[in-house]
């Protein structure tokens, strides 16, 4: 039995898995609210109680921030993560730490072309793939295609600077610059935790949008409100609608950036639970979201022939875990 958990910055899901015929099956999946607990331990012991787990062989974690060492502490969770602590809470012999955009890169390989909505169609040729997962943070991953094999590369790319594209980026860029003291990251803008906040504020701030009333009761006081964004655009709230729109496009512009970074050939992929609810979004708008995604200048011709594809499946992560974990025990991969 394999035991993996996915922490992200608002929730943990975790999985246990099981070889059955040379293949891993998910055999549990729960979810749990980050808020909720004072450590990722009591989390994997209610977990184990409620299952009545036995014989766990091996821990996978991936973690929503750069991996350092055998003691680890995400970007936007106020816990530390030990290995000896958990291997002694759980009684397993071996702990894995891996970065949570690193775990969605080993699972694309198991992927169906059922668990993705095609972007842009354009062939998938051989070479390196990028990933951009878009959740309550911005994940980034590179895989890196060495002889025909892709390997994972994590990346903190998402707190890299944001670069506006256009005058008014640059005003929202300076709008934020006053916020954050200087610097402005690309998770400042497309992520849920802050993107549909800053975006929101902005736009309202500088006159481009009208306020509905009931609507700004529904997000007073909130930091995270991508889902009050995302369900007022569906019901046509215009403040809800520009935002969305306004997110959409940085999200595909730093997408492209991502795919001329790691020279994407392969494919381009989005993940992450925002990314999926912005599929409606996204339908909508194909050619908004191409054009924000290959407006790159001389590179332009090259962004227009790479596949782009949004990511439907809500267990990559946990997938690409358990395969971590196998792969570094040197067991086989079915």
């Not at 070889?19 to 450590?39: D, M, P």
């Not at 821990?59 to 816990?79: K, Q």
Request: charge should be neutral; include cysteine.
């Amino acid at each position: 039995m394999i035991l993996v958990a996915d922490l992200g910055a608002s929730k943990v899901k975790v999985a246990a898995y099981a070889f059955q015929k040379s293949e891993l099956k998910l055999v549990h999946l729960e979810r749990y609210w980050t808020k909720n607990y004072l450590g990722l331990s009591a989390i994997l012991a209610e977990f184990v109680f409620t299952h009545s787990l036995k014989k766990i062989s091996a821990l996978g974690v991936g973690v929503a921030g750069p991996i350092l060492g055998d003691v680890t502490r995400p970007t936007n969770v106020p816990w530390e993560l030990s290995k000896d602590e958990l291997r002694r809470a759980l009684g397993v012999s071996r702990v894995e730490f891996l970065n949570d955009v690193e775990a969605h890169g080993y699972g694309l390989a198991f992927l169906h072309e059922s668990d993705l909505f095609s972007i842009q169609a354009e062939a998938r040729a051989g070479g390196n793939q990028v990933l951009l997962a878009v959740g309550t943070g911005l994940g980034q991953c590179i895989l890196y295609n060495k002889a025909g094999v892709l390997l994972p590369v994590a990346s903190e790319g998402g707190h890299s600077d944001f670069s506006p594209n256009n005058p008014e980026e640059a005003e929202l860029l300076a709008h934020l610059w006053k916020k954050y003291q200087g610097h402005v990251s690309w998770e400042r803008v497309v992520s849920g935790r802050f993107g549909f906040r800053n975006l929101y504020d902005f736009l309202l701030e500088t006159g481009r949008v009208p306020s509905t009333p009931s609507f700004s009761v529904k997000v007073r006081g909130k930091e995270d409100i991508g889902l009050e964004i995302q369900e007022g655009a569906e019901d046509g709230v215009p403040e809800a609608v520009l935002v969305s729109q306004w997110f959409m496009r940085l999200c595909a512009a730093e997408a492209g950036n991502l795919a001329l970074k790691g020279l994407a050939r392969g494919g381009v992929f989005l993940a992450g639970g925002v990314a999926r609810r912005m599929q409606g979004l996204i339908r909508k708008g194909l050619p908004e979201f191409r054009d924000a995604f290959s407006r790159k200048g001389r590179m332009e011709h090259l962004l227009k022939s790479l596949p782009v594809d949004l990511v439907l499946d809500p267990n990559l992560a946990v997938r690409g875990l358990a395969q971590y974990v196998v792969l570094q025990s040197g067991s086989p991969v079915n």
